[in-house]
């Protein structure tokens, strides 16, 4: 599984490149704190692959980059080649970037 560093995601961010970040946490979790993905919950993460780019990078994150992993694993069995997990999740991008971001 190819991983991605909420450092290297920040540098991404920062230089507009285009990707999609894919958030599988729960909406409540989301609403807590979130750098802006799109909110897939890993529950619902085979149903809405309608919403999953196949033509350009995707980095999946959750709080800890546990769930995240999953949904790669699940989404890789479709055929996705196209996957990064953002390692640590939340967690490490409040600890590495963002310390005043909630978490919980």
Known sequence: ???ITVQELKEKLDKGEDFQLID???????????IGGQLIPLGGILIETDKIS????VVV??????????????LEQQGYTNLYNLQGGILAWKTEIDPEINVY
Not at 25 to 34: A, I, L, V
Not at 54 to 57: C, I, M, T
């Open 24 to 34: 599988v946490r729960e909406d409540f979790e989301y609403e807590t704190s979130n």
């Open 61 to 74: 994150m959750c709080r800890s980059g546990k769930r995240s992993a999953a949904a790669i694993m699940q």
């Open 54 to 57: 196949h033509d350009k990078p």
């Open 1 to 3: 599984m190819k991983e």
